[in-house]
């Protein structure tokens, strides 16, 4: 089985199967990218979470009812029709786990963005994709992590400039997960406020060792723990129970609430208004519209850079590589990240063949 696709049942993220696909002719224009290796982590589960309200299905269409779970990662070219894309380059970007993806290049200053119909009217920040060198093992942490990051860079950009909604502390929820910690490091960095990490039992030790955060609260004591007010939330867990905890311990003190991610995407649900503000949703895309205006070209790219350095720098101290070969190590890390069992300080880089 020389290609094939990794499929999720949308309406069971845990049901998957392994599809073989034949590779079609290219046509004039396009180009074949075989997929060398991605991350996948728990971000890539939000990604199928909000698959229909967000439109992720639909960068890599997929069967009907199931999905093709995006992840970021590299691939080389394997045969191309595109004058501007020679067999042999190397990309880095957004892709389907799967061994190859069929794409129809249009050249940018970077690299090029699939201008594939059917990606025509989705958020092109995920059609981009840059080109890279040889392989290297800092291509993993970027995989794992420069997605993420870009994240919580841009929270802490839309916080800062709204000079934190006049909090004294910033409390990040699923204060473990691989997003929270690059908002933590850009807050602590920045040094406006006090970083507050709610976390579980378990990695409460983990989380405390990352010095990126000046206090560390398990979930069990939200309601008590002495937290500075005003407060800011931001909420990676997606765990509407937990963020009505906070809602309620803070109230009126909160001074804005900001919900990002789905960590908790099986957590149960909860009726009736929140006290205090109502949470806001923080788009990614929309942020990177405004600030690529705000900033005008490249601008967003330069300041995005400097503040990635020191992140990936430090990430090898608490974040290990986990790598997989094949279908069988792909389906057993997806199974373990979807489950939640992953520790904190994973990083599952998987290639689709040896």
Known sequence: MSSWDFQVAKADLRQTRIAPVDLPALADGQARLAIERFALTANNITYAVFGDQMRYWDFFPGPEGWGRVPVWGHARVEASNHP?????????????????????????????????????DLPPVYNQY????????????????????????????FLDENDLFGARSVVLTSASSKTAISLAFQLKQRGKA?????????NTAFVEGLGCYDQVVAYDAVATAPIETPVVVVDFAGDPPLLKAVHERFGETLAYSCRVGGAHWEAERVSGPLPGPRPVFFFAPDRIRKRAADWGPGGLDQRHDAAWVPFAADAPRWLRVIEGVGPEAMGQAYARVVDGMAGPDEGHVLSPLA
Do not use: N
């Open 84 to 120: 501007d894309l020679a067999v042999g380059q190397r990309f880095y970007g957004y892709y389907p786990m799967s061994t190859h993806l069929t794409v129809t290049p249009r050249k940018t200053r970077t690299g090029f963005a699939d201008a594939a119909p059917h990606r025509a």
């Open 130 to 157: 840059q080109v890279v060198g040889a392989a290297s093992p800092a291509e993993d942490y970027q995989a794992l992590l420069r997605p993420l990051f870009i994240t919580g860079f841009l929270i802490e950009d």
């Open 194 to 202: 006090r970083v507050v990490g709610l976390t579980s039992a378990r």
